[in-house]
């Protein structure tokens, strides 16, 4: 399988929102309700922010929410906050594939 | 408290070989498929290994097939991977990682171990 495309960077300012994609195709993000994104800060263990497309394990803030259309997933964060800085990954089926990966700058 | 704690990572030769363990406490371990990811230096993650909750399945990423094997015990609530012919590309953090999707558990990897450090080098 090939990996996920997700773009390499993205940015905001603090309270903005923004949006993280992730294509795959009809085999994976686009055929299986399945699309998981985790957060990883420099030197730690990733961590589930999103599963399922658009469902939150319990106690990650409702400022994070998922969404898919065919086979593009995406990531939004509102509000930005400076402890939002991380690297984000997306993730399909049944996570044999992650997407390259999303360094996300808060201005 | 659910937890993985992996060990058995260090500084291996090119063509040795190492054993990682992963030690699961705080839930039903025999109910939950396990995998293996990994994470080169500067790099994404990276799928290794799967295996299923009684360990009668299991699968790998092409570029470790026929020199990783993933396994379990059950009874030690353990999780294992024998890595064989290490290359200098296998250099990495190794992750265990549980598949949730039993009961109300989140069906994506919910709980993460801290990872085990992988050096390949003469």
């Known amino acids: 399988q090939s990996a996920l495309t997700q773009p390499p960077s993205a940015s905001g300012s603090p309270g903005q929102s923004v949006t993280i994609s992730c294509t795959g195709t009809s085999s994976d993000v686009g055929g299986y309700n399945y699309v998981s994104w985790y957060q990883q800060h420099p030197g730690k263990a990733p961590k589930l922010m999103i599963y399922e497309v658009s469902k939150r394990p319990s106690g990650v803030p409702d400022r994070f929410s998922g969404s898919k259309s065919g086979n593009t997933a995406s990531l939004t964060v509102s509000g930005l906050q400076a402890e939002d800085e991380a690297d984000y990954y997306c993730?399909?089926?049944?996570?044999?594939?992650f997407g390259g990966g999303t360094k996300l700058t808060v201005l | 408290e659910v937890q993985l704690v992996e060990s058995g990572g260090g500084l291996v030769q090119p063509g040795g070989s190492l054993r990682l363990s992963c030690a699961a406490s705080?839930?039903?371990?025999?109910?939950?498929?396990m995998h293996w990811v990994r994470q080169a230096p500067g790099k994404g993650l990276v799928w290794v290994s799967r295996i299923n909750s009684d360990g009668s399945s299991t699968s790998y990423a092409d570029s470790v097939k026929g020199r990783f094997t993933i396994s379990r015990d059950n009874a030690k609530n353990t999780l294992y991977l024998q890595m064989n012919s290490l290359r200098a590309e296998d250099t990495a953090v190794y992750y265990c990682?549980?598949?949730?999707?039993?009961?109300?558990?989140?069906?994506?990897?919910?709980?993460w171990g801290q990872g085990t450090m992988v050096t390949v080098s003469s």
């Open positions: 705080g839930f039903t371990f025999s109910s939950y498929w």
């Open positions: 993730s399909s089926y049944a996570g044999t594939v």
């Open positions: 990682a549980r598949r949730g999707g039993v009961g109300a558990t989140p069906n994506a990897f919910d709980i």
